[in-house]
């Protein structure tokens, strides 16, 4: 009895936190639409926070254009970053793209091609021709030795980046 009384209540909590975050992406993109950038952030990262994906990779997106921010928010780009990591460890390919960018070119992550060819590597596994296409043109650019590099580390971060 106490177990069906415990996991209706977990079922309960998930629903509810499943349409919070729903709910608070849907309003996010409502005042993003409305030029609101402020406001839509901060819906963004509400939803985010209660574990929509997607509002994540929307608010690492307005970081990185620093809509919502400040013009001259210096940390912008560290925190777009962060968040698009986030999204891509929670299996987000577009995310997984936008984060090998940011390693590839040292913005907002320090320079490292190989972690950017292994993130590319994983999102092409998982079928986005466009990671395909950006890790193999990656591969032509990296110093001799840098792609063996990269297929030892996506064997270290394969499992990180698979979501839920």
């Known amino acids: ?4 009384i415990a996991f209706g209540a977990t079922f309960a909590t998930a629903l509810l936190m499943g349409n919070m975050a729903h709910a608070g992406y849907d309003e996010g993109k409502a005042l993003y639409e409305q030029g609101k950038f402020n406001e839509a952030l901060q819906e963004f990262v509400k939803a985010g926070g209660n574990g929509n994906v997607e509002a994540v990779y929307r ?30 460890r929670a299996g987000h390919k577009e ?15 320090p320079q490292d091609p190989v972690q950017a060819w292994a993130i590319l590597q994983i999102a092409a596994e ?21 792609l063996e590099a990269g297929k ?13």
């Open 59 to 88: 608010a690492a997106l307005m970081f990185e254009a620093r809509e919502g921010t400040a013009k001259d928010d210096a940390e912008a780009i560290t925190k777009a970053a962060d968040w698009f990591q986030t999204a891509a």
């Open 95 to 109: 995310a997984m793209k936008k984060l090998a960018s940011m390693f590839a070119d040292g913005r907002g992550k």
């Open 152 to 164: 030892r580390r996506h064997g270290k971060i394969v499992d990180t980046y698979q979501g839920s």
């Open 126 to 146: 998982r079928g986005d021709q466009e990671a395909a296409a950006q890790r193999d043109a990656l591969a032509e650019t990296m110093r001799p030795g840098q």
């Open 1 to 4: 009895m106490f177990r069906k």
